[in-house]
């Protein structure tokens, strides 16, 4: 059988949707690629809570699997969204990459001060970390927001490492470390998206990696306890059943955290409705004030 995989046009979408391709050439398992555009890709030019957030990069892909035009599509799992059409099912989750971020700069790290980044997560760790930087927003492909960074427009920029890595990008900077820096959640995972058939689920099923689904399912556990969606500042990260969630106030100046071991997704689910709890004034906060945000 001939699968047809959807991808968006981006270097690494097309990256990683090669990866998946090349699994299934082992396997001599036919394919046929199809790019496909997305809102995300076209608005580059507000931060992504401002043009639908979660599933932004998502819902063009996932109508075109509706509709028949694709058999699956490939996906950055941090992209996908809690709220899923039933029709649709994560057929395969790859091996996880690096869960981290990395401060790429161009400057001696002292001296930073201009971070470049769109994520509300991001801004707040990093202003966190130190007050006196001033975060402004990112968008762009990787190798549009690195041409920013050498063009002076920042002293520093925020990138998925796994991106880095799958690029085949060296750059200056520093690796974030995940248990300080907390991750998006499923940062570093590739999924791929099928709709729920049989014949095309179970050949999608052998590139799975048994640890990484449990791990990004606890995370997503988690997360979907929490709520909030990209406006709210918050990293979640399970390596083999250990878990970290946390949630910051959009200056950094506060933050709500757990860490602790779990075994199950209920386990997950109750962590999750336990900081939420702790965290709900943060998560309130983040929402009126981007919402009376010109």
């Known amino acids: 059988m001939s ?4 991808t968006r046009g981006s270097k690494l979408a097309l990256t990683q949707t090669e990866t998946v391709i090349k699994k299934l050439a ?9 790019i496909i555009s997305t809102e995300g890709d076209t608005t580059t030019g507000v931060p992504l ?20 035009q694709i058999d699956c599509a490939v996906h950055s799992m941090k992209d996908i969204p809690a709220a899923r059409p039933l029709e649709l099912v994560t057929a395969a989750i790859l ?7 990395y401060l790429a700069h161009s400057c001696p790290l002292g001296k930073v001060r201009i971070v470049g980044t769109s994520s509300t997560r991001r801004r707040a760790q990093m202003l966190r970390h130190d007050p006196e930087i001033t975060p402004k927003d990112l968008r762009g492909n990787v190798d549009t927001r ?6 002076g427009e920042y002293d520093a920029i925020v990138l998925a490492e796994a991106g880095l890595t799958r690029l085949g990008i060296r750059i200056q900077g520093e690796r974030l470390p995940p248990e300080r820096f907390v991750p998006s959640p499923n940062q570093g995972a590739i999924a791929v998206v099928s709709r729920a058939d049989p014949s095309v689920m179970e050949v999608l099923s052998s590139l799975d990696h048994s640890q990484t689904r449990t791990d990004v399912a606890i995370e997503r556990a988690m997360m979907e306890q929490l709520g909030g969606g990209c406006s709210t500042p918050m990293g979640i990260y399970c390596r083999a059943g250990h878990l970290i969630g946390e949630v910051l106030a959009l200056d950094g100046t506060r933050t709500e955290r757990i860490e602790t071991d779990v075994r199950t997704i209920e386990q997950a689910r109750e962590e999750g409705r336990k900081l939420r709890e702790k965290a709900q004034d943060l998560i309130d906060e983040a929402h009126a004030k981007l919402r009376l945000s010109p």
Do not use: M, P, Q, Y
């Not at 699968?3 to 959807?6: E, F, Q």
């Not at 809570?49 to 509706?66: C, M, S």
């Open 3 to 6: 699968i047809k995989i959807g």
């Open 26 to 34: 082992a396997l001599n398992i036919a394919t046929e690629r199809v």
């Open 49 to 68: 809570h401002e043009i639908g957030g979660e599933g932004v990069f998502v819902r063009a892909l996932d109508d075109a699997i509706l509709a028949g």
């Open 95 to 101: 091996k996880r990459d690096s869960a981290a971020d």
């Open 146 to 151: 690195i041409r920013k960074l050498g063009g």
